[in-house]
């Protein structure tokens, strides 16, 4: 069981938006930067969000990150078929001394 | 353009120690940041099991504690992973990736290497 908690999917039309939500505590996302990651079936997890809201270059704006209280949410709009992967949400624990995933959800662009 | 590349057995018996190393390029790891082990059960999600900081210092998940082992060997410019007695449970792909101070994120996975343990 995951510290961090995500739906287990979520599903919209191509050119929709999709949110996902990622629910923590006041040992992490409450007090910490969330990170978001997106992992296409058979590749290495990559970074689509960093420090709560930021994106890494190459990293396009319809992919957005957010965060109130001990929850996070990310963003993603204009979906594509690419867009279709499992994303993680990830931040640091103070109380187990480590970083913290959720549990993942899969996106479908139906 | 900084890569990550983990290498290591596939296949490990049970109770034996898992050892993975992780090749940095383009970048060098003593000079900043953390260096970080991560694995993925088949089918499963993302599990953290530690890190270890440009100058050595380890810090390792409590529940993996016990069994842990990191290191950097600054000479060859890479670092390593023991995983000792393992199990089934311990079977994964498992990715080394970088770890940026402060900010707690992960910029930079090399591309995995699945290690089956079985007899």
């Known amino acids: 069981q995951s510290v961090l908690t995500q739906p287990p999917s979520v599903s919209a039309a191509p050119g929709q938006k999709v949110t996902i939500s990622c629910s923590g505590t006041?040992?992490?996302?409450?007090?910490?930067?969330v990170s978001w990651y997106q992992q296409l079936p058979g590749t290495a997890p990559k970074l689509l969000i960093y420090?709560?809201?930021k994106r890494p270059s190459g990293i396009p704006d319809r992919f957005s990150g957010s965060k109130y209280g001990t929850s996070a949410t990310l963003g993603i709009t204009g979906l594509q078929t690419g867009d279709e992967a499992d994303y993680y949400c990830a931040a640091w624990d103070t109380s187990l001394t480590g970083e913290v995933f959720g549990g993942g959800t899969k996106l479908t662009v139906l | 353009q900084m890569q990550l590349q983990e290498s290591g057995p596939g296949l490990v018996k049970p109770s034996e120690t898992l050892s993975l190393t992780c090749v940095v390029s383009?970048?060098?790891?003593?000079?900043?940041?953390?260096w970080a082990w991560i694995r993925q059960p088949p089918g499963k999600g993302l599990e953290y099991i530690g890190i270890i900081s440009h100058n050595g210092s380890p810090f390792y998940i409590p529940s993996l504690k016990s069994r842990v082992s990191m290191s950097l060997d600054t000479s060859k410019n890479q670092f390593s992973l023991d995983l000792s007695s393992v199990t089934a449970p311990d079977t994964a792909v498992y990715y080394c990736?970088?770890?940026?101070?402060?900010?707690?994120?992960?910029?930079?996975w090399g591309q995995g290497v699945l290690v089956t343990v079985s007899s």
């Open positions: 990736a970088r770890m940026i101070s402060d900010y707690d994120y992960f910029d930079y």
């Open positions: 420090e709560t809201y």
């Open positions: 383009g970048y060098s790891i003593s000079s900043d940041h953390y």
């Open positions: 006041s040992s992490n996302i409450g007090i910490d930067y």
